[in-house]
């Protein structure tokens, strides 16, 4: 069977002939991506692309060697551009630079090799079985054992070598298939180290634990900052029983990369990768305050549909996101994060507290640039 | 498949649940869509989809959570299968592994779900018999041990989707007559079921 994707009696035609978007994803009638963005973009607009992209290089440096500096010394700078989206062309390399992935490569060399040729992991079928299933619709993916596949297979087994703990999470594949369109295997692999285990900060620490413990905690967090930024929506989702698990659990599992407009994602990864977590939390909320009118008239059964299937206008990027950043929620999640674990440890104080580690420092501690190759963080 | 319009409505959660893999997802697309894909995206989390069927005079219309097969994505399990009128357990008949997280579905359906659940056994990817490790006696079997009932179902042939949901559907009506009718939805006992959905978040 090498027949490549195939919705029901429709022979597929050799990849490449079919029509893609200008992220390589598959068009279906009925695309979220808006293609028209960049074939209508006038002069002007393409003059303040080229404007933006020299900032950058100037900013980053050749090779990323002034990244350090510059943030250093103009963090605010750095984050406002970061908000108004990366330069397509520069996305890859910032992204190594801002999560301080790049560190980590450079101070193992050999290891990603060592890990993909030497190494085996329990976790190999379970992968396997994922391959196929991740990105089904992108050309890079789409080849059974083709790069893609095999580039996808290597960096997920080679992460559950190295962090045995883990080993593979369902929805980690989404994770490392968007860095994959972006960067190297071997930058991929240490990307996602430097996400789960920390170089510069470690915005997804703790994340895939068994029994996803972070998971539910953000989608209790994030229950209740609906309520409070959006009280008439939290009486409704409670009135129709919708609980966020129903909708949001991917959001905060793979950080907007799974079944979600593509255009979209990126520019959400630009701004997790230096802010953190709570991006996700004001995405959420942007997204529920852009539909908010209506899905407060919705019963439980077009509720869901509607969680998960935003209209194009709520997913365009330049009106979602600054949207987003109005909502202040890091010194609440700070609180409500402190009311969590007090009511963990409360009837039965138990040693699960200690799973949960202040949410401070997995939102903005950028203080220790310190590269961390402490092989187990959960026994912290 | 199309509902009878005018007669009463029953509504029916239902809850998937079986390894990675097996064809959770291809079987709700299949019954739902009438659609196959062959390499049907992994399921993060859990998805929710609705269908209606007609079985006899009356028309039961299910609501169809599909969850995540991952044994980490387990702890989100339990809300979607409290209160659910009826689970589907798939397994993969190509791969004995799949068979054995079956079962262990089914014993935590008896230890932690509802006695009136009705719970079937779905031995997918039927049309795989040349790579088939789970036989089907065997599965019968443990099927009749346990008070479930059992079909072999291809997503991807369509055969025995439809039929699945139908028997689930005939085995909810004969089981539970409508105590209130003119409620017409007292199979999933709705409120209950979701007051046990939210209250696992942190309300």
Redo the contacts between chains.
């Keep these: 069977m090498d027949?490549?994707?195939?919705?029901?009696d429709t022979e597929p035609g050799p990849a490449p002939s079919r029509p893609v978007d200008r992220f390589g994803f598959i068009k279906t009638e009925h695309s979220n991506s808006p293609e028209g963005i960049l074939k209508s973009r006038s002069t002007h607009e393409h003059e303040r692309e080229e404007r933006r992209i020299r900032k950058w290089r100037k900013m980053i440096g050749v090779g990323g060697s002034d990244w350090k500096h510059y943030v250093r010394r103009k963090p605010h700078v750095v984050k406002r551009r970061i908000r108004k989206g990366i330069p397509d062309c520069l996305r890859g390399l910032v992204w190594q630079l801002i999560s301080g992935s790049r560190d980590l490569l450079l101070m193992n060399p050999g290891v990603y090799e060592t890990l993909v040729i030497y190494e085996t992991s329990s976790s190999e079928l379970?992968i396997i079985?994922?391959i196929?299933?991740?990105?089904?619709s992108h050309i890079f993916f789409q080849q059974r054992h083709g790069p893609g596949q095999r580039s996808l297979y290597n960096v997920l087994k080679a992460y559950s070598v190295y962090d045995r703990d883990v080993g593979y999470?369902?929805?980690m594949?989404?994770i490392a298939g968007l860095l994959l369109l972006y960067m190297s295997e071997e930058d991929a692999f240490w990307l996602i180290v430097a996400l789960l285990k920390g170089a510069v900060h470690s915005p997804m620490e703790g994340l895939?634990q068994?029994?996803?413990p972070l998971v539910?905690q953000y989608?209790?967090q994030f229950?209740?900052l609906v309520t409070e930024h959006m009280p008439k929506l939290g009486q409704h989702f409670?009135d129709e029983?919708?609980?966020?698990?129903?909708y949001a659990?991917?959001w905060f599992?793979?950080v907007f990369s799974?079944?979600f407009p593509f255009h979209l994602t990126l520019r959400v990864w630009d701004v997790f990768l230096y802010e953190g977590i709570k991006v996700v939390f004001q995405v959420g909320l942007a997204l529920l305050r852009f539909c908010h009118d209506d899905l407060v008239n919705l019963p439980f059964?077009q509720l869901?549909?509607s969680l998960?299937n935003f209209p194009e206008e709520a997913t365009d990027p330049d009106t979602l996101l600054p949207l987003a950043f109005s909502f202040k929620v890091s010194s609440r999640l700070v609180e409500l994060d402190k009311e969590?674990r007090k009511?963990l440890e409360g009837p039965s104080a138990s040693s699960s507290s200690k799973r949960f580690q202040p949410l401070k420092s997995r939102v903005m501690s950028r203080a220790s640039s310190h590269v961390s190759s402490s092989p187990n963080v959960s026994k912290k | 498949m199309a509902a009878n319009a005018g007669n009463k409505i029953r509504n029916a959660k239902v809850v998937l649940l079986g390894d990675v893999g097996a064809g959770k997802s291809s079987l709700v697309l299949r019954f739902v869509k009438g659609q196959f894909v062959e390499f049907q995206e992994s399921t993060i989390g859990a998805a929710f989809f609705s269908q209606t069927l007609a079985v006899s005079d009356e028309t039961v219309k299910f609501e169809i959570w599909d969850t995540a097969g991952q044994e980490r994505y387990h702890s989100l399990a339990p809300m979607y299968y409290r209160g659910a009128a009826a689970a589907i357990v798939v397994y993969d008949i190509s791969n004995q592994a799949s068979f054995i997280r079956a079962k262990k579905w089914v014993q935590e359906l008896q230890a932690q779900g509802n006695p009136n659940t009705v719970v079937a056994l779905a031995g997918n990817k039927a049309d795989l018999l040349e790579t088939r490790q789970v036989q089907i006696e065997e599965a019968k079997t443990y099927a009749q041990e346990n008070g479930l009932f059992f079909m072999e179902t291809s997503a991807k042939t369509a055969t025995n989707v439809n039929d699945i949901f139908y028997e689930i559907a005939k085995r909810l009506l004969q089981g539970q007559p409508a105590q209130n009718p003119q409620a017409g939805m007292v199979l999933s006992q709705r409120p209950n079921e979701r007051v046990v959905s939210s209250a696992s978040c942190c309300s």
Excluded: W
Aim: with cysteine; aromatic share 10%.
């Design positions: 027949k490549k994707k195939g919705v029901d379970e079985r994922d196929s299933r991740t990105f089904p999470v369902q929805g594949g989404f895939y068994a029994g996803l539910q989608l209790c229950e209740k409670q029983m919708i609980n966020p698990s129903m659990s991917q599992i793979t799974y079944s059964e869901l549909h998960r969590y009511k």
